[in-house]
């Protein structure tokens, strides 16, 4: 299971910190991260972080958002700096196989939601 939490409203160019803790296994030796749906769009991944803290991220978040891991406790973070509108969707923890656009998912937390107001 993958509970996140982390979520709200924040206005453009704030910040927020979306944690996810998975319980029932470990999933230290998987690719952990974070997926987006924003509002009329397909899913996208976004951030992704495999065991050795090797990272993936789309274009559009590059610079701004960063993934991280303890693997310890079992948890994946990623802290959104400089916030846009376009960012505004439920973003959803994964376990998933490799790091890259085309990820596949194995395990969906349920999503979380991010507003960014301008």
């Known amino acids: 299971q993958l509970q996140a939490s982390g979520g709200g409203s924040v206005q453009a160019g704030g910040s927020l910190r979306l944690s996810c803790a998975a319980s029932?296994?470990?999933?230290?030796?998987?690719?952990m991260g974070w997926f987006r749906q924003a509002p009329g769009k397909e899913r996208e991944s976004v951030a992704l972080?495999?065991?050795?803290?090797?990272?993936y991220y789309t274009d559009s978040v590059k610079g701004r958002f960063i993934a991280s891991r303890d693997s310890a406790k079992n948890t994946v973070h990623l802290l959104m700096n400089s916030l846009k509108p376009e960012d505004t969707a439920v973003y959803y923890c994964?376990?998933?196989?490799?790091?890259?656009?085309?990820?596949?998912?194995?395990?969906w937390g349920q999503g979380t939601l991010v507003t960014v107001s301008s």
């Open positions: 994964v376990v998933s196989r490799g790091l890259g656009p085309r990820s596949v998912v194995d395990y």
């Open positions: 029932g296994r470990s999933f230290s030796s998987y690719v």
């Open positions: 972080i495999g065991w050795s803290g090797l990272t």
